[in-house]
């Protein structure tokens, strides 16, 4: 199964998510990760993941929850930041039950524990560590955002802001980025701030236009927000006004997920009007109905009278829905061929291996949504296994391979159910996901870089 040219999350997401955060994280590695923290530190960092988890938990009552178990643990100060950050989020864990929150959270919780602490000398780097939305919401700094960008781009800058990253310092400058939620890579703006002159610099990213830039006094932006910008083009389709646009594509989960989803499509939908909105619905003949119903009700209430299109593809009482941008011009989506519908091919009585999907590592929530339907492709065959075939050099499979597991283990699949196998060398990292059934001989890769073909996961 192969997948168009598309624009999305996942859910994960969604996470996700923090592509910006994600990069980071080796600048602020932590010299002395034993190093007890103290509890004025604890303290002052459970004060600002509460802040985190309020924000990113769908269910506000969970968010609560979670705070109060925080508020029961003791001796937190005798432990280094690390083991504080890991014993937190054992809490969230025991809460929030939505694997797609909880990856959005570790992410934001990975990048707090490696920043280094530390004393600083001068007044703005002392925002360093802390959240995002606290700078975007001291009058000063609002007021001059304000001036500096209008009232239209304004609301789109905080629109984008919606879940914002701590703040980080780059040379001369405070930075920090943030997307629209469930809309990370697609809807993002950034803010640098000057430590030596005080000017401010913005930039605001949307995946169907033109990035915008702002600089005060008619400065030059700086490379951080260019750097920034880049990392987020990379993930655009390639500029074609023929072929229809896939914005996102998940699994329905909850009704709080889907809104959130559905409001950054409207926005993509509502900022070219002559942008038309398809929306796929894979799933049996009740779950068609009932999401079609709740999608018409939603969108009515969201975009007025702009007519959406509804197409249904085949799949089963777990609804996946697909949203598409098709610009003027271009042709519709169709839907594709559902995995689920089909048989294991029997040659001679003989499983065969499948190739569920194959792509480019382009971004983390096209991998995410990718890897999402794959796992849940063989948790339907409790008798398969699966095979991950890895292209590029040494050091990027490496890489990926790593992220994988990692993403593996946060999800809690079962880790002894998935193997890996390199491929052929290649400008980009390409991944192959297989399923081999019981009995099937496993996929062969036209060039093997290892002399070790295959290698099962032990960590």
Same mark, same amino acid.
């Given at each position: 199964?192969?997948? %168009?040219?598309?624009?999305?999350?996942?859910?994960?997401?969604?996470?996700?998510?923090?592509?910006?955060?994600?990069?980071?994280? $080796?600048?602020?590695? +932590?010299?002395?990760?034993?190093? +007890?923290?103290?509890?004025?530190?604890?303290?002052?960092?459970?004060?600002?993941?509460?802040?985190?988890?309020?924000?990113?938990?769908?269910?506000?009552?969970?968010?609560?929850?979670?705070?109060?178990?925080?508020?029961?643990?003791?001796?937190?100060?005798?432990? !280094?930041?690390?083991?504080?950050?890991?014993?937190?989020?054992?809490?969230?864990?025991? /809460? =929030?039950?939505?694997?797609?929150?909880?990856? +959005? =959270?570790?992410?934001?919780?990975?990048?707090?524990? $490696?920043?280094? %602490? #530390?004393?600083? &000398?001068?007044?703005?780097?002392?925002?360093?560590?802390?959240?995002?939305?606290?700078?975007?919401?001291?009058?000063?700094?609002?007021?001059?955002?304000?001036?500096?960008?209008?009232?239209?781009?304004?609301?789109?800058?905080?629109?984008?802001?919606?879940?914002?990253?701590?703040?980080?310092?780059?040379?001369?400058?405070?930075?920090? !980025?943030?997307?629209?939620?469930?809309?990370?890579?697609? *809807?993002?703006?950034?803010?640098?701030?000057?430590?030596?002159?005080?000017?401010?610099?913005?930039?605001?990213?949307?995946?169907?236009?033109?990035?915008?830039?702002?600089?005060? $006094?008619? !400065?030059? &932006?700086?490379?951080?927000?260019?750097?920034?910008?880049?990392?987020?083009?990379?993930?655009?389709?390639?500029?074609?006004?023929?072929?229809?646009? *896939?914005?996102?594509? @998940?699994?329905?989960? $909850?009704?709080?997920?889907?809104?959130?989803?559905?409001?950054?499509?409207?926005?993509?939908? +509502?900022?070219?009007?002559?942008?038309?909105?398809?929306?796929?619905?894979?799933?049996?003949?009740?779950?068609?109905? %009932?999401?079609?119903?709740?999608?018409?009700?939603?969108?009515?209430?969201? *975009?007025?009278?702009?007519?959406?299109?509804? *197409?249904?593809?085949?799949?089963?009482?777990?609804?996946?829905?697909?949203?598409?941008?098709?610009?003027?011009?271009?042709?519709?989506?169709?839907?594709?061929?559902?995995?689920?519908?089909?048989?294991?091919?029997?040659?001679?009585?003989?499983?065969?291996?499948?190739?569920?999907?194959? @792509?480019?590592? %382009?971004?983390?929530?096209?991998?995410?949504?990718?890897?999402?339907?794959? /796992?849940?492709?063989?948790?339907?065959?409790? #008798?398969?296994?699966?095979?991950?075939?890895?292209?590029?050099?040494?050091?990027?499979?490496?890489? !990926?391979?790593?992220?994988?597991?990692?993403?593996?283990?946060?999800?809690?699949?079962?880790?002894?159910?998935? =193997?890996?196998?390199?491929?052929?060398?290649?400008?980009?990292?390409? =991944?192959?996901?297989?399923?081999?059934?019981?009995?099937?001989?496993?996929?062969?890769?036209?060039?093997?870089?290892?002399?070790?073909?295959?290698?099962?996961?032990?960590?």
């Amino acid at each position: 199964m192969k997948f %168009t040219k598309r624009i999305n999350l996942t859910k994960t997401f969604l996470a996700f998510l923090f592509v910006s955060m994600v990069f980071s994280l $080796n600048i602020f590695a +932590q010299k002395n990760t034993t190093e +007890q923290m103290g509890e004025k530190a604890v303290a002052d960092l459970i004060k600002e993941l509460k802040g985190v988890v309020m924000r990113l938990s769908p269910d506000k009552r969970e968010a609560k929850l979670v705070s109060k178990k925080w508020d029961r643990r003791k001796g937190l100060g005798e432990k !280094s930041k690390k083991e504080v950050i890991e014993l937190l989020f054992e809490d969230v864990k025991s /809460v =929030i039950k939505d694997s797609g929150t909880q990856y +959005q =959270i570790y992410s934001v919780f990975s990048f707090y524990k $490696n920043i280094q %602490t #530390q004393k600083n &000398t001068d007044k703005e780097s002392e925002w360093v560590g802390k959240d995002s939305g606290e700078l975007l919401e001291k009058p000063e700094i609002k007021s001059r955002l304000k001036k500096l960008l209008g009232e239209k781009d304004y609301a789109s800058f905080r629109q984008n802001f919606e879940v914002g990253s701590p703040i980080k310092k780059e040379g001369d400058f405070l930075f920090a !980025s943030g997307c629209m939620l469930r809309a990370c890579t697609r *809807l993002e703006s950034a803010l640098a701030l000057n430590v030596k002159n005080k000017t401010i610099h913005v930039a605001i990213f949307d995946q169907i236009k033109e990035t915008k830039f702002f600089n005060e $006094n008619n !400065s030059q &932006t700086p490379e951080i927000i260019t750097n920034w910008a880049k990392c987020l083009e990379s993930s655009k389709p390639a500029e074609s006004q023929d072929e229809a646009i *896939l914005f996102d594509e @998940f699994q329905y989960q $909850n009704s709080e997920e889907f809104m959130a989803r559905f409001d950054a499509f409207a926005v993509a939908l +509502q900022d070219n009007p002559e942008n038309k909105g398809y929306i796929i619905i894979y799933g049996d003949k009740k779950s068609y109905a %009932t999401k079609e119903k709740e999608i018409k009700e939603y969108s009515a209430r969201r *975009l007025g009278s702009k007519k959406l299109n509804y *197409l249904k593809g085949e799949g089963n009482s777990k609804a996946v829905i697909a949203f598409w941008v098709v610009p003027k011009g271009a042709n519709p989506p169709t839907p594709r061929k559902s995995l689920t519908k089909n048989k294991e091919k029997i040659a001679d009585n003989k499983p065969e291996s499948i190739l569920v999907d194959e @792509f480019s590592l %382009t971004n983390r929530e096209d991998f995410l949504l990718r890897f999402d339907n794959y /796992v849940s492709e063989i948790q339907n065959r409790p #008798q398969a296994s699966g095979y991950i075939v890895l292209s590029r050099g040494k050091k990027s499979r490496a890489n !990926s391979k790593k992220e994988i597991i990692d993403y593996i283990k946060l999800r809690m699949f079962n880790i002894d159910r998935f =193997i890996f196998l390199d491929g052929k060398d290649s400008k980009k990292v390409s =991944i192959k996901l297989w399923i081999v059934p019981k009995g099937a001989e496993p996929p062969a890769p036209k060039k093997i870089v290892n002399q070790k073909n295959e290698e099962r996961i032990n960590e």
